[in-house]
């Protein structure tokens, strides 16, 4: 089920109120069914791979806790076999088998493995992570396993957070299945706004960006320089009001019924480097690779060498997890590229006296040009974007201003408004959030009805996926 689909708008006030009237006994039952039902919404027949690696995470955590040695080793092997097997299959395998296609016709030698035509399942990634989360902590002793099957199910499935995160650890999520939550008027208002300003990210940013980008880059050849110039600058916009759109809704709803989920995303274009970048943006991500990878291979306690090949199999890893396609590895490259540099000029204080300002706009410009390969259809739409951008002339300009003319003046003057707008507004309303401004009481109840409206008034109400179901 989409969060921004009329279906949601029924399902999540029923949930919701069944919640606070059912009584405690009876609430992980309608959560566990809820979460089912929100599931099969995008193909039922994917629900049977999430039980059977719930099964599975639950007798290893059971028996990580009963054995020693060897033996926890090989559970634990079996565990990331499981959940990395399943992902594997579904989103590498015709990937992989490209690959080999490619190594077969090189030695001229015909590939017999044969192509999957299969859909992946909906945030396969995530709950992927998210199992293996609780998994490592078992293994490592910060985590009591779960008796339980129903709540560590419903730690897996619960609806908010199933398909596109944030990707949460046992040791915030669990205990919070076993409480008793009583309605919060407070907490319950704060869960709405959060909410609503999630939707006006997604519904009335990202969709109606969506529009542009997706017609640029999908043709990149037949339009000008220029116009692909500012439709990088849109995606930026819009795959940041996307996915943190839909973390705000995933983190209000969840409050709305007393669960608190980690913040997923921290102002990250404000950012003054990358490695900062990194930990504002998809943080329960960036924490995920952080904890279960990067420092496992010895994090930054190693030779310069090592270290530099640390963040490059971190960040291509990263660039995988996210797709299974080469444009994807060389943007999460680019990124452990660029850390890297960093960490050079701050040795040698270059940076050192360079304006906050010009810190963030040069960080941004960088994601921005990386965000390239991590939306091209390909690595050769990719690089004629790039020549189109760096080679823009002022006979290019006044194409440019034709093209906009076809895509109807008004309409792209109404879209640029609403990106300045959120831009000028973004860190203000985040900040109200997360309660670190406060404001009078009208002001308020202003700010977040002219939301409602904008949302009514500009919202492109398309058959609009969120960007990160895909992975």
């Known amino acids: ?11 999540f006030p029923l949930v919701t109120l069944l919640y606070y009237l059912l009584p405690h006994k009876f ?32 007798l290893v955590g059971i028996y990580l806790e009963k054995l020693s040695g060897k033996r926890r080793r090989l559970l634990l092997l079996l565990s990331i076999v499981a959940n990395i097997g399943a992902l594997a299959s579904f989103k590498y395998w015709n990937f992989l088998n490209d690959a080999l296609t490619n190594i077969c016709g090189v030695i001229q ?11 992946l399942p909906i945030g396969l990634s995530f709950h992927t992570f998210q199992a293996l989360s609780y998994t490592f902590e078992v293994y490592r002793g910060k985590q009591k396993a779960e008796k339980h099957l129903g709540i ?35 907490l319950f208002a704060e869960g709405l706004k959060r909410m609503l300003w999630g939707f006006f990210k997604k519904i009335v940013v990202a969709d109606n960006l969506s529009r542009i980008v997706n017609l640029y880059f999908d043709n990149p050849e037949q339009h000008t320089g220029s116009m692909l110039l500012v439709s990088t600058l849109f995606f930026a ?16 709803s969840a409050q709305c019924m007393g669960f608190k989920l980690m913040r997923n995303f921290n102002l990250p274009y404000f950012s003054k480097s990358i490695s900062e970048f990194w930990s504002r943006w998809h943080i329960s991500l960036s924490t995920w ?19 530099i090949l640390n963040i490059l199999t971190v960040f291509i890893i990263s660039g995988l997890w996210h797709g299974a396609n080469i444009t994807f590895i060389i943007w999460g490259l680019s990124h452990g590229i660029l850390i890297i540099a960093e960490s050079y000029f701050k040795k040698l204080k270059v940076t050192a006296h360079i304006p906050n ?17 991590f939306r091209a259809t390909s690595l050769m739409n990719a690089v004629t974007i790039l020549k189109k951008i760096f080679f823009i002339d002022l006979i290019d300009m006044i194409k440019a201003y034709s093209e906009i003319a076809s895509f109807g003046n008004l ?11 959120f831009a000028l507004t973004d860190k203000l309303i985040s900040r109200l959030l997360n309660k670190e401004y406060q404001l009078a009481y009208f002001t308020n109840l202003a700010l977040f009805s002219s939301m409602l409206v904008a949302i009514i008034l500009f919202g492109f109400y398309g058959d609009t996926k969120f960007i990160y179901f895909q992975f």
């Open 411 to 421: 309409k792209f003057a109404i879209i640029c408004g609403i990106v300045t707008l």
């Open 237 to 252: 916009f819009q795959i940041y009001c996307d996915f943190s759109g839909y973390s705000d809704i995933a983190i209000g």
């Open 289 to 307: 690779f952080k904890d279960y990878l990067y420092i496992p291979l010895g994090g930054n306690r190693v030779s310069k060498n090592r270290w």
């Open 152 to 186: 560590y199910a419903l730690y897996v499935m619960f609806y908010p957070q199933l398909v596109a995160g944030p990707i949460e650890r046992p040791q915030n999520m669990i205990h919070q299945f076993y409480e008793k939550h009583s309605f919060d008027y407070q």
């Open 109 to 119: 030698l015909e590939n017999p493995i044969p192509y999957l035509d299969i859909l």
């Open 27 to 58: 609430r992980l039952a309608l959560l566990l069914v809820a979460s089912c039902y929100f599931y099969i919404f995008f193909k039922p027949i994917y629900i049977l791979i999430l039980f059977s690696t719930i099964v599975v995470d639950y």
């Open 357 to 373: 300002f010009f810190k963030i706009l040069v960080t941004f410009l960088f994601i921005m040009f990386a965000w390239i390969f």
């Open 1 to 11: 089920m989409l969060f921004n689909s009329f279906q949601f708008l029924v399902f």
